[in-house]
Structure formats: structure tokens, C-alpha cells
């Protein structure tokens, strides 16, 4: 969905698509990295784990706002450096590279912004979600790998049904707030649901956005 959304900032090209890539291994990578820390110091992963994935989902929605401004942000830089360069009494095509190196550099800072910060969200969520499970040192290899291969198959599904159900017919920003909706439900449910002691005012807190994804 983000790269169907990106597609008129980054482009289809093979640029666009190494922009939005670096993002999203970016993101992955910091999220991995803080969540493993995290893991290792919190008392209830389980709870933390939530919260991430709530604050991801949050992201993701967001991010819809976030590639809305793109253009104008990317425009106005490049304006801006043309202008000084103009403004220095440069050559036309020194003005001309200028506006473009500008450009461009506006271009990869917002798709980064759009993509990483939920990516560092919901990678971060995973070492919690190993923690949370592992009840002992003997079962954290057993962990890992059920929560790899959860995770995989839901990989697989949210792309097949991104890629040929919503987003033929929703379109992009329709099915990113539509997926961070789904991940904040999720959140909540998990507040929920964790062993006590748990308070009703997270899960609530967490289910108020909800309410503000159904106007339409």
C-alpha cells in the first residue's frame, strides 16, 4: 500500500523502488534493535508489546497525512534551494542541479518518514512477543520459531489480500487506515486479554482512535 501511495512521489523506477526499500529494511532493522533492548528490561512484555503494535498502527495511519504533504514538502525545498542558488547569481544549470539535488532529497526524507517510523513500531513489537512467550530459556528457541512462522504467514496473507483485494478496491490511503485500524483493535484486544493485573483504561484509551477512523 505504501509503495502504491509513494508511486508519484518515488516513482515506479528502479530509484523509487531502492528509496521505499532502504525504508522499510531501515525500519526493521531499528525496531528489531529497540524492541530486543526493551525485551530485556520491561516487566510486562506482553503489555509493552501492545502498546507497540498500537503506536505502528497509529504510524500507519499517519502516514497517509504524511505522503499527503510530500509533494508540497518536496516542491518548496527544491523552490527554496533554486531560489538561493538564484540568489548567489549562479549559472542557470548550476541553479537547475540546485533545485533537483533538493528535490530529490525531500523526496527520499518523506517516503523514509512515511514508512520507517511504523516499521521501527512493529519490529520492536517482535522481541516482546519472544519474551512474552518464552517462559523459560529452554523455550525461547521454540518461541521464535512459532512467532517466525506466525509472522511469515501473515506476511503472505496481508499481501495477497492488499495486493488483490483492498487495494483494487479501496485504494491505498483507504487501505492503510483500514489496516491501522485493524492493528490498533488488535492492541486493544490484547490489553484486554492479558493475564491481570491489567487496567480497562489502556484498551479503551488504545480503542478511541477507532472511533475516529469510522467517520467517514
Given at each position: 500500500a505504501w509503495f502504491r501511495l509513494l508511486e508519484p512521489i518515488t516513482?515506479?523506477?528502479?530509484?523509487?523502488?531502492?528509496?521505499?526499500?532502504?525504508?522499510?529494511?531501515?525500519?526493521?532493522?531499528?525496531?528489531?534493535?529497540?524492541?530486543?533492548?526493551?525485551?530485556?528490561?520491561?516487566?510486562?512484555?506482553?503489555?509493552?508489546?501492545?502498546?507497540?503494535?498500537?503506536?505502528?498502527?497509529?504510524?500507519?495511519?499517519?502516514?497517509?497525512?504524511?505522503?499527503?504533504?510530500?509533494?508540497?514538502?518536496?516542491?518548496?525545498?527544491?523552490?527554496?534551494?533554486?531560489?538561493?542558488?538564484k540568489g548567489a547569481n549562479q549559472s542557470w544549470s548550476a541553479i537547475r542541479e540546485a533545485g533537483f539535488d533538493a528535490l530529490r532529497t525531500a523526496r527520499i526524507v518523506g517516503a523514509f518518514l512515511c514508512i520507517a517510523p511504523p516499521l521501527v513500531a512493529f519490529a520492536a513489537a517482535y522481541p516482546l512477543a519472544v519474551r512474552a512467550r518464552s517462559i523459560s530459556a529452554s523455550s525461547a528457541a521454540g518461541s521464535v520459531g512459532s512467532l517466525y512462522a506466525w509472522n511469515t504467514a501473515g506476511n503472505v496473507v496481508g499481501s495477497l489480500l492488499g495486493g488483490f483485494l483492498l487495494l483494487p478496491g479501496i485504494g491505498g490511503p483507504r487501505t492503510l487506515a483500514t489496516l491501522g485500524g485493524l492493528g490498533i483493535a488488535a492492541a486493544s484486544a490484547l490489553v484486554l486479554l492479558a493475564p491481570r493485573p491489567r487496567s480497562l483504561v489502556p484498551a479503551v484509551v488504545l480503542a478511541l482512535p477507532l472511533v475516529l477512523l469510522a467517520i467517514p
Open positions: 516513482g515506479i523506477h528502479v530509484f523509487g523502488f531502492a528509496i521505499l526499500l532502504g525504508a522499510v529494511l531501515l525500519g526493521t532493522a531499528l525496531g528489531g534493535a529497540l524492541g530486543g533492548r526493551l525485551a530485556d528490561r520491561v516487566r510486562r512484555p506482553d503489555l509493552a508489546m501492545a502498546w507497540a503494535l498500537a503506536l505502528g498502527s497509529a504510524l500507519v495511519v499517519l502516514s497517509v497525512w504524511t505522503a499527503g504533504a510530500l509533494p508540497w514538502f518536496s516542491l518548496r525545498e527544491g523552490s527554496s534551494a533554486a531560489a538561493t542558488a
